[in-house]
């Protein structure tokens, strides 16, 4: 199911030639596989996958996001000095398996934390982030403990015959005595009652979005500090659902009232300083329910901004 980068997907505006301080990312971008990444950088790996999404009643369209967002990225200036960034391919889900597509991303993500270098992920629907926890569990070892941050309005904790795009975070937890899980940007017209009490049960903290303002974010960054003092690696997922409809059309769940992309920038930014972070994955972009590629262009815009600001 893993298939090798490819270059056409990065082109853009060309302001110089050998000044590497006007260059932008696909003047920058290098292409490996993801067995030969050299430690320190970062690897943008693609999950083409949007069956969780249709097993859950969804419409198709996500598994096409990773290469808009590529696009997307293409043409940002390039602020991260000398620091290398690949793009290391994608995996796809072939035959409807998404159990297969999610352990075979697992295990290329394990083989990126084994090389030294930071696992960027582009969804997928959100069951994008199974395969992720996969590979740092894999990584880490059974005995670790893995903290799991979620910005999005949804818990994603449903109980299904099947794994789709809202069990993932259930299957953790309940799979995983060794991991814990703060979602940020909770929406209560967004979950069923069950789904509060669910979370309880499970352990899960939460913050809802109504209390996430640029004003008011200290103490939800003292809770982010908390949560990550008591794992030894975290893993960072943001579904772009979470963010309001106005400058997020293209999503599955279009949400009103939404996260401003301002403070989602501001969450990312104190998340990933955090040394314990290891990785970032980004899902729920569907380029054909998008408005002149408004959604693709932010999730762009918050790759890069992640990535310059990560630790």
Known sequence: MYKLPKKHFWHGRVDS???RDSFRFHQTIEFMDTTEVPGGAFSLIGFECDEGVQRNGGQAGAADAPNEIRRQLADLPYHLGDRQTFDVGSVMCKNNDLEKAQRELGDHVNLLFASGS???ILGG???TAYGHYLG???FAGPDAKIGIINI???FDLRQADRPN???MFRQILEQDSQSGYLVLGIQPLG????LFNQAEKLGASYVL???LTLLELQNTQKLIDAFCEDYDHVMVTLCMDSITSLYAPGVLSPSPFGLDPAVVRRLLWHIVSNEKVRSFDLSEVVPNLDDNGKTAKLAAYLVAEVMAAFH
């Open 17 to 19: 030639e050998t000044d």
């Open 118 to 120: 930071f696992p960027i």
């Open 125 to 127: 629907g959100h069951e």
């Open 136 to 138: 740092l569990r894999r």
């Open 152 to 154: 999005d309005a949804h």
């Open 165 to 167: 795009s809202e069990t």
């Open 191 to 194: 979950n069923t009652k069950t």
């Open 209 to 211: 979005a109504e209390a």
